[in-house]
């Protein structure tokens, strides 16, 4: 549906009116409604920035020195990973605040309410890719898997394997063919579920198994 003759976003669900990497000075003066990641939160004291991030990019919100005591006590409250909602007004930004390295750094969204959906405890490391190498070990990536695919670069990674895969798919499907799913084989692990096993022609000793959990291949 169209609100107000505006055109609904491409991203608009029941929950959000628009994606954070979205925004650009042609959104100037519509209210909307954010939820994504607190990426960054900066206290001055009268204001308050918080760098909102989806999967679609990130823009700063901001809670001014005009705001009220409640709004500013609430958005002093966000933590980094934070999940978090903002409701506020479109603004586009002084020209010496424009941040050349946003994506929508032309504009800000003045917050008029913000709301913590889930809280994040202490980080086993910052999910900042400038950090990230010197930071965290592999195996404390590996064990908060889910973590360290909020990072930009994971995100880049998996954006682009699922755009190769859609070409892929694409082109084959042009030129007539189906794609059939058949099973197929890898190393057994001791866990989990009982595995259908096979044994290895080339190897004596070894086994093959059906896959039985998605979950490794995430982690490789």
């Not at 965290?136 to 394997?161: C, G, N, P, S, V």
Request: charged share 30%; aromatic share 6%.
């Amino acid at each position: 549906s169209v609100a107000g003759g505006e055109e609904k976003s491409l991203y608009a669900t029941t929950q959000r009116t628009h994606a954070c990497g979205e925004l650009s000075v042609a959104d100037v003066g519509k209210v909307v409604k954010l939820q994504g990641w607190a990426s960054r939160v900066r206290d001055k004291g009268a204001v308050v920035f918080l760098l909102l991030r989806d999967r679609y990019g990130d823009v700063q919100a901001t809670v001014t020195d005009q705001s009220t005591q409640e709004l500013k006590e609430k958005a002093k409250e966000v933590r980094p990973e934070c999940v978090v909602e903002v409701t506020g007004t479109v603004q586009k930004r002084d020209d010496g605040a424009i941040n050349p390295n946003m994506k929508t750094g032309e504009v800000e969204v003045i917050v008029s309410d913000v709301k913590v959906l889930s809280r994040t405890k202490s980080l086993p490391f910052a999910i900042d890719d400038a950090k990230i190498d010197t930071e965290a070990k592999e195996e404390t990536r590996l064990r908060y898997r889910y973590l360290d695919l909020r990072r930009a670069t994971m995100q880049k990674a998996i954006q682009m394997r699922h755009k190769a895969a859609m070409a892929v798919r694409t082109f084959l499907d042009g030129k007539g063919f189906l794609e059939i799913e058949t099973p197929f084989l890898i190393r057994a692990t001791p866990e989990g579920a009982r595995d259908f096993v096979v044994p290895s022609r080339v190897h004596p000793g070894d086994w093959f198994a059906l896959p039985q959990s998605p979950q490794m291949y995430k982690q490789t």
